[in-house]
Nanobody, 116 residues
Framework: EVQLVESGGGLAQSGGSLRLSCVASGFAFSMHDMRWVRQAPGEGLEWVMAINTEGYTTYYSHSVKGRFTISRDNAKNMLYLEMGNLKTDDTAMYYC?????????RGQGTQVTVSS
């Protein structure tokens, strides 16, 4: 069974930092591109950043350019999102996601709340 479990969310002040982590299991993590997506209250899903199997960033939302960094550790089946200079607009549920055998999969999410 494909599983993605996020952690690291919480409450941060505007200008602060958080590091999100995602542990993957049930599929060949090192052979799959990964991404972080988020959903703010009342909004649809938004891609935040994506990374390929070799660790290169392949996508970023312009709203996070220069503030967020995506990385992965294939030996540990881990995906990370370093979030800096947080803004209130970053408040959302953050999900680790991938596509396995044509199916989009994401975890249960971790809540990030940024206060002004």
């Amino acid at each position: 069974e494909v599983q993605l479990v996020e952690s690291g969310g919480g409450l941060a002040q505007s200008g602060g930092s958080l590091r999100l982590s995602c542990v993957a299991s049930g599929f060949a993590f090192s052979m799959h591109d990964m991404r972080w997506v988020r959903q703010a209250p009342g909004e649809g899903l938004e891609w935040v950043m994506a990374i390929n199997t070799e660790g290169y960033t392949t996508y970023y939302s312009h709203s996070v350019k220069g503030r967020f960094t995506i990385s992965r550790d294939n030996a540990k089946n881990m995906l990370y999102l370093e979030m800096g200079n947080l803004k209130t607009d970053d408040t959302a549920m953050y999900y680790c996601a991938t596509t396995v055998d044509g199916q989009n999969v994401r975890g249960q999410g971790t809540q990030v709340t940024v206060s002004s």
